[in-house]
């Protein structure tokens, strides 16, 4: 995947400046800033969602812009659990998900597999929200897709939820896929990350290779943000 001198405007306003990123090789990228700052506007122009007023976004050379159907079948974004059917039960989330996406992965094995078989066939709006967190991480599994947006997978989830949707996520890397995941907290994601973007202004000001680099992420949080992480 690969993003270009990517600017985005509201109104005059300048929300992403000359943004470029290139991911070559199955990972998973944390974003993270504080709320305002623009991690949904970057999720959703990827998302090919917002127009860039400059730039492009491209997932094997492929722009949404170029080839819609093409582009859309290497992408699944998950915006937040509001955009579940509250009638519908996650079974039919996953059903349709493997129709429009033309995937060949076995529903069954991924229900399975999350241990989601206990209320898979209750409609949405019966569920707790790490329940429905879940649901949407089987629809990204069902999806297929190599490139999986998930912006603040973890709000509002306890603990527990949090580790099991982590592992999830990092054993779901293995299958080749790149993860770009954001929150406004950094503990959420720094841990699942392998690189962890910090976005300020407009750009990407910083970038830590978790396993690699020795100053700690939360230092370089307080020193971009202050210290109030929320
Ligand atoms: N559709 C829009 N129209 C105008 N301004 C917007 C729109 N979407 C987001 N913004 C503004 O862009 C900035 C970044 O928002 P957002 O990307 O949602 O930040 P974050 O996801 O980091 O909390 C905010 O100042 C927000 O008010
Ligand atoms: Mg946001």
Known sequence: MQVVNLTVKFKKKAILKNINLKITQPEIIGLVAP????????????????????????????????DRETYYKKMYYVESNHTLYSNLNGKDHLSYVKSVWKSSIDVEEVIRKLGISDYIHKPIKKLSLGMKQHILLAMCIVSDADVILLDEPMNGLDP???????????????????????????????????KVLFL??????????????????????????GTEEE
């Open 35 to 66: 709320n305002g700052t623009g991690k949904t506007t970057l999720l959703r122009t990827i998302a090919g969602l917002i127009q860039p007023n400059e730039g492009s976004v491209s997932i094997e050379g492929t722009t949404v812009y170029e």
């Open 200 to 225: 300020k202004d407009g750009n990407i000001v910083c970038t830590i290779e978790s396993q690699k680099d020795g100053e700690s992420s939360e230092n370089v949080y307080d020193k971009l943000y």
């Open 160 to 194: 527990t939820s949090m580790k099991v949707i982590s592992k999830y996520i990092k054993e779901m890397k293995k299958n080749n896929k790149i993860f770009m995941i954001s929150s406004h907290i950094l503990s959420n994601i720094d841990t699942i990350s392998d």
